[in-house]
């Protein structure tokens, strides 16, 4: 990820000078400083969060038994790695960023497209944000109160001071993200090699029972097989953010498949040894009523280095926090500049070359989730919100297969994968609600189409008296952040938008 997001305009060969859509294809595709080794950072950085080190509890929880557990964490990945190869096509056959967003707007139109960017800018991006900053500030405090649970307001302090140092450092440099981005996934993965190894060298010894009868006490039902998975692929979750960045991507067509095969499993692997050394070391009683399984597992077994297992879990949380920082103000961008968001989200650093605007909107949503005492309760009622949508993006691959043929396809997936991920989606969305209906999805779902009530007078319409409104306050912020329109930043005057 390159100093700079944005393409420097090349001379015009034509004596009429460039065309209009020319000018706007220029100011709109990003650097593609992105390598190989970059993107598998950013999906292994983002998918390993806090996700191993507390999910494990509640995939044991809902499936009941050892056995059933590492089957639905084997599965996760495997379903992972399948949508992520639907998005590979996708991501290679549609190069523009914002995950999601361009595969539905180009498959299912503009309203679509709008509730997709509504719903994910405004609640899934900035509450997932403040939640792995809250993992961080919980491990992060956690030394300094042994025995007992950390003060609220100093996990919130931390989980605010970690906010507001990402949100920095993605707006200061892309290339520092990307060091970032980078270092703190070699920390995680070393915590979670020394873990494998411990973990392999018990077994070893013969701590083997807790691996015995290992589908005994199953559980069978419908609706709690459903949330073990939702608790498994809430710790995959990260395996789409490459396609949040393909405008950044080098030779997308190549590292974009590349990335997503060598991550993906990468990180399945890691996630089954891990627990496979967790049960190594506790029964499925103990791992339960553990406040922390992984500084559990320390404590039992590095002692008396047990204290680099919180350290590098802040550590990685920290990383994972950096990865949906970066991938959000992506989608923020591309939404602001398809006129789904206000414009100033569209804008760039006119001295940094970065999405400011767009990652300090974000930042700020984050921060008024971590104020309320419990948003987990929210984010569980919306994941079925992101499962609808990343079965829609599913469904946009195989309607494309028949509307748009004469796209290019690079990467070209089995069909049957694309109507596989479809119909686990649907399970999804559908299990926890007929097992368990509750209110909280109605004002979920309210809350999506309830989006529909801002497009139609502003995104459709586009009234002149908003415009008018508008103006003033997009003109004071720019002068206020610096920033301007992509297309702006190779005036050699002072931009248009600046001048009086």
């Known amino acids: 990820m390159g100093e700079g997001s944005i393409r420097k305009r090349q001379p015009h060969n034509g004596s009429t000078g460039p065309t209009k859509e ?9 650097h593609k400083d992105v390598g190989l080794l970059s993107g598998i950072c950013l999906i292994v950085g983002t998918m390993i969060g806090s996700g191993i080190f507390i999910s494990p509890k509640s995939v044991l929880l809902y499936s009941g038994s050892v056995g059933p557990c590492l089957l639905i964490w084997t599965a996760c990945g495997v379903l992972s790695t399948l949508g992520a190869l639907c998005y590979a096509e996708l991501g290679t056959m549609i190069t523009k960023s914002g995950g999601e967003y361009p595969y539905l707007m180009e498959a299912f139109g503009s309203i679509v497209a709008y509730l997709y960017s509504w719903t994910t800018v405004i609640v899934l991006k900035p509450s997932s944000f403040a939640i792995i900053s809250l993992s961080f ?3 992060t405090a956690a030394p300094f109160y042994p025995g007992c649970t ?22 200061i440099s892309v290339k520092l993200a990307s060091y970032v981005q980078n270092f703190f996934t070699a920390a995680k993965l070393v915590i979670i090699v020394v873990i494998i190894v411990a ?6 010894q013969g701590n083997t029972q807790n691996l015995s009868n290992a589908f005994e006490g199953s559980s069978t039902s419908f609706g709690a097989i459903g949330l073990a998975f939702y608790n498994g692929l809430w710790a995959y979750d990260g395996w789409n953010q490459l396609n949040f960045i393909t405008e950044e991507l080098r030779d997308p067509y190549r590292n974009l498949p590349l990335a997503i095969i060598i991550g993906i499993p990468l990180v399945t692997v890691c996630y089954v040894l891990v627990n496979v050394a967790y ?5 499925p009683s103990e791992l339960l ?6 500084v ?16 590098f879990v802040a550590f990685s949380t920290f990383g994972a926090a950096n990865g949906s920082c970066f991938t959000a103000g992506r989608l923020a961008f591309v939404s602001g500049r398809e006129g789904h968001m206000v414009k100033i989200l569209s804008y760039v650093s006119l001295r940094r070359y970065t999405p400011s605007p767009a990652l300090i909107f974000n930042g700020i949503l984050s921060f008024f989730y971590i104020l309320p005492s419990d948003i987990n309760s929210l984010i569980n009622y919306f994941s079925f919100a992101q499962w609808a ?18 796209l290019h396809r690079p990467v070209r997936v089995p069909i049957f994968i694309a109507a596989l991920m479809v119909v686990v989606s649907c399970y999804l969305v559908l299990a926890p609600i007929i097992d368990q209906p509750e209110l909280e999805y109605l004002y979920c779902t309210i809350f999506i189409f309830g989006g529909l009530i801002l497009y139609y007078p502003f995104v459709y319409l586009k009234p002149s008296w908003a415009r008018r409104i508008m103006r003033p306050i997009t003109m004071h912020l720019q002068l206020f952040m610096e920033v301007v329109p992509p297309e702006e930043l190779e005036a050699e005057d002072p931009p248009e938008s600046l001048k009086f």
């Open 279 to 283: 049960f190594a070391v506790m029964t």
């Open 150 to 171: 950390p003060p609220t307001v100093v996990i919130k302090c931390l989980a605010v001071a970690c906010l507001l140092i990402i949100v920095s450092i993605n707006c």
């Open 22 to 30: 020319e000018k706007l294809e220029k100011a709109t595709v990003l």
């Open 289 to 294: 009523v553990s406040p922390a399984v992984a």
């Open 199 to 204: 973990g392999i060298v018990l077994l070893a």
């Open 296 to 311: 559990t597992f320390g404590d039992r077994v590095l002692y008396p280095l047990s204290w680099i297992v919180p350290l």
């Open 137 to 139: 500030a919980e491990y």
């Open 389 to 406: 949508f990343y079965g829609l993006t599913a469904l946009s691959l195989i309607v494309m297969r028949f509307t748009r043929k004469e």
